[in-house]
């Protein structure tokens, strides 16, 4: 007689940032063939911050009981502690498997992931006006340490993080003097801030 034990948690979260809405970024998450694609590549858990009108949006998932995908799915609007121990999820623990984070390209909340060191997708808001975000998901995913995401290709950007998994580069990146840009974050930050030498 075999018992089947539970699989261990693999978990994706997204972010959607705390001065905005991305509602398109929660309807994306929330369609049948990223979840399909997050249960054929074995995750069992989608935790979204949605933010405050967000909400919505993840309350009328859940009465749509048709979209059965073997995934948990929780929301929060925010957490005034950080996004940390969400991020921390989502990169393993002793019983989990490292999962993924999809973050709206805030500068702030890249960096956290970063730091972590936890598979990264990218997904510039484009509903913003003076758009920087597109800019920062370009140049980091150029540089290969996250995978830039776009609302419509979300499935193909979870393959696109397993393999950003094996060729994770740690952060901040070692100063071997190497920099294909020749400019490097701190010289991205300077540009996007608007600082000049």
């Known amino acids: 007689m075999t018992t089947d034990s539970p699989r261990p948690k693999k978990l994706c979260f997204v972010t959607i940032g705390a001065t905005a809405s991305f509602d398109a970024l929660i309807n994306a998450v929330l369609g049948e063939a990223f979840l399909e694609t997050l249960k054929s590549a074995g ?15 993840l309350k009328e998932f859940k009465l749509d009981t048709s979209q059965e995908h073997g995934i948990r799915v929780k929301g929060f609007a925010f957490n005034k502690k950080g996004l940390g121990e969400e991020m921390r999820a989502a990169k393993g623990g002793k019983d989990d498997v490292e999962g993924v984070v999809i ?43 996250v995978v830039h995401g776009k609302l419509n290709t979300l499935a193909a950007a979870i393959a696109e993080s397993e393999a950003l998994r ?5 952060w901040p990146p070692a100063n071997s003097g190497h920099d294909p840009s020749g400019r490097g974050l701190a010289g991205i930050m300077d540009d996007e801030m608007g600082f000049v030498d």
């Open 166 to 170: 094996v060729r994770q580069k740690a």
């Open 103 to 145: 973050s709206h390209a805030g500068s702030g909340s890249i960096l956290h992931a970063l730091r972590i060191s936890v598979p990264l997708i990218v997904v510039p808001n484009q509903a913003l006006l003076d758009n920087h975000q597109e800019e920062l998901a370009e140049e980091l995913a150029a540089q290969k340490y």
């Open 43 to 57: 995750y069992t858990d989608l935790l979204i911050q949605h933010g405050l009108e967000g909400e919505k949006i």
